[in-house]
T-cell receptor
Framework: SQQGEEDPQALSIQEGENATMNCSYKTSINNLQWYRQNSGRGLVHLILIRSNEREKHSGRLRVTLDTSKKSSSLLITASRAADTASYFCATVSTPYGNNRLAFGKGNQVVVIP | GAVVSQHPSWVICKSGTSVKIECRSLDFQATTMFWYRQFPKQSLMLMATSNEGSKATYEQGVEKDKFLINHASLTLSTLTVTSAHPEDSSFYIC????????????FGDGTRLSIL
C-alpha cells in the first residue's frame, strides 16, 4: 500500500506568502522525511522528523507530525520564487526492512514572483 | 556534505544497447544505496536496495536480469540496464545513506534514459 500520501492539489502562491502541504500515511513509522525536487533533477533532503517528535524547524521550514492521526504537514514561510518545486513526503516504517522510503505522490508548488 | 554524484545525466541510445549508470557518494560511506525510477509527473518507484558487498534486493515486478546492480564498495553502486528497449526510457535516480537509525537518503541528480 502507498505510504506517505500528500494532498493531491497543486499549490500556486505569491512570493512572500506561506505554503502548507499535508501528508498522511497508513502504518507505524520510524521517521518521516520531506524532500524537494526541482524539475528534471534529483531530490534534496529537507527535514527528517522522528516518530517521537511533534514539531521541527529548519530555517523557513516547519514540519509537524501527528502520529495519532498518521499525518504530517510542511510549512514554508515567506516563500520565494526559488521554492517552486515538487515536494514529497516519505516514511520509513517498522514493517519495512533496510530503511526503505515509501514516497507519496508529491505536491507541486509554484511561487509567483 | 552528503553529496551523491550520478553519471551520466543524460543517455540516448539505440534499442538493444546496455547502459550503465554510476552512483557515487563523495563524502560519506554509503552502506546502503537505492535505485528508483520516476515517470513524468509521478512519484519515485523503488526498484532495488543494495548493501555494500551483498546482492541487491529487488522490488516485486523488477527484473533483476534486466536491471543489474552492483555495489562493490562503500562509495559506488552501478545500475546496468541490459538490452534496453524503448519501454525502459525513464528517469533513474539513485540515493545513498549512511549506517544508523534515522539517517536520511541523499539523492543523485538522476539520469534521463532515452532508448530509440
Amino acid at each position: 500500500s502507498q505510504q506517505g500520501e500528500e494532498d493531491p492539489q497543486a499549490l500556486s502562491i505569491q512570493e512572500g506568502e506561506n505554503a502548507t502541504m499535508n501528508c498522511s500515511y497508513k502504518t507505524s513509522i520510524n521517521n518521516l522525511q520531506w524532500y524537494r525536487q526541482n524539475s528534471g533533477r534529483g531530490l534534496v533532503h529537507l527535514i527528517l522528523i522522528r516518530s517521537n517528535e511533534r514539531e521541527k524547524h529548519s530555517g523557513r521550514l516547519r514540519v509537524t507530525l501527528d502520529t495519532s492521526k498518521k499525518s504530517s504537514s510542511l510549512l514554508i514561510t515567506a516563500s520565494r520564487a526559488a521554492d517552486t518545486a515538487s515536494y514529497f513526503c516519505a516514511t520509513v516504517s517498522t514493517p519495512y526492512g533496510n530503511n526503505r522510503l515509501a514516497f507519496g505522490k508529491g505536491n507541486q508548488v509554484v511561487v509567483i514572483p | 556534505g552528503a553529496v551523491v554524484s550520478q553519471h551520466p545525466s543524460w543517455v540516448i541510445c539505440k534499442s538493444g544497447t546496455s547502459v550503465k549508470i554510476e552512483c557515487r557518494s563523495l563524502d560519506f560511506q554509503a552502506t546502503t544505496m537505492f535505485w528508483y525510477r520516476q515517470f513524468p509527473k509521478q512519484s519515485l518507484m523503488l526498484m532495488a536496495t543494495s548493501n555494500e558487498g551483498s546482492k541487491a534486493t529487488y522490488e516485486q515486478g523488477v527484473e533483476k536480469d534486466k536491471f543489474l546492480i552492483n555495489h562493490a564498495s562503500l562509495t559506488l553502486s552501478t545500475l546496468t540496464v541490459t538490452s534496453a528497449h524503448p519501454e525502459d526510457s525513464s528517469f533513474y535516480i539513485c540515493s545513498a545513506r549512511e549506517a544508523g537509525q534515522n539517517q536520511p537518503q541523499h539523492f543523485g541528480d538522476g539520469t534521463r534514459l532515452s532508448i530509440l
